[in-house]
């Protein structure tokens, strides 16, 4: 059986995809989401990053750590 690559939130153990199927790539929106949703208090430093000119998917995906395997 294939495993399959995934970001899991640092703060929460959250699993999300990560990469997306068709383009596979992090979506830096969908980890915003869920540091939003979850994490609020955590979210200004990347929001900062992002204002500084850092691309939304590696400021983003600094809150994850890539884990391989199932789900």
């Known amino acids: 059986m ?21 383009t ?7 980890l915003l989401q869920h540091l939003a949703a979850m994490h609020r208090e955590e979210l200004r430093p990347y929001l900062a990053r992002m204002e500084a000119g850092a691309d939304i998917a590696d400021a983003a995906a ?3 750590e890539v884990v391989a395997g199932e789900s």
């Open 2 to 22: 294939p495993t399959h690559e995934r970001y899991r939130c640092r703060s929460c153990g959250f699993d999300l995809p990560a990469a997306l199927p068709v």
């Open 24 to 30: 596979h790539a992090p979506n830096g929106a969908m």
């Open 62 to 64: 600094e809150a994850y």
